[in-house]
């Protein structure tokens, strides 16, 4: 059986969570009666039951263990919790990612419309007219996550490069904690637009059409790094995070791993040599230049 671990309340703070990470060194060993634990956050496509079901089937097959799901409302708290050794694995975004790249190495990477690269879209309402970003001045604008790269760092990063001080650009903004609620918020009216990723927005078009066709895409950003599967660099010698990759790699050539494939709208997961997330570290320089 799937489990579903319940979000808690909140965002760690960043003393919490340099502490999580010091705690590394004393975190537990994986042993065999613990589930394989796989943390999940919003770059992640889980609404549908059948999903969920198939990829812990395929997982938990192709790695001899029983299997986990691990969720939170927030990126910080997965993360901290893989560099806590509480998480054997995670889909994380490539920002998170990047802030801890010294304790994470990234196990595989998905392809999507056969590249591992994505990119950030600003949506609108369905009616709005097509004016780029300058066109959202004083907006009520929904953001996912403060470590999201599409949900937040891109669109931050483009006012900053064009000279704009994004705390007064938009009237108001929101952290929705997911690339699906910011959809929702905009489709709802509760923002009049919103920072969301591409893949999240194209899936829920396939799977949602008469939620997106409340939205309307009012600029794309170039493209980064797919949000990667990751690990942490020092972890138990147990095998199963190297089984994993490998069997992320040969989804294509097994009729379970098609079918999840195939409802995770991917073409497959390449190797990690391939990750280039050049283009978020730019974005995260730019904002750590305009704090110093």
Known sequence: MTHLTPSR?????????VGAA???VAAPARTANRPFRFGLTPVFPDDERELLDHLEEYIAGAIDSEVEFVQRRTYKEITALLMLGDLDA???????????AAALEVLALPLWRGASRYRAYVIGAAGRDIGGLDALRGDIHAYSDP???????VTVSELVDRGERPEEF???????????NVVQAVARGLADSGSVDGYVWEVLAARRPELTARTRILWRSDWFGFPPI??????PAHGATE???????AMPRDPLGRRTLKLLHLDG?????????SGIAARMRMLGEREE
């Open 269 to 277: 997961f390449a190797p990690a040599q391939g990750a280039d997330f």
């Open 170 to 180: 938009f009237a108001r903004s929101f952290f929705t904690f997911g690339h699906s």
């Open 90 to 100: 995670a889909w994380l975004c490539g920002y998170p990612f990047l802030q801890y």
């Open 9 to 17: 309340d909140g965002r760690l703070t960043r003393r919490a969570f």
């Open 230 to 235: 990751v690990t942490r660099r020092q972890r």
């Open 22 to 24: 010091t705690a590394l």
């Open 243 to 249: 089984t994993l990759a490998a069997a992320l790699r």
């Open 147 to 153: 470590d999201s790269n599409s949900g937040y760092l």
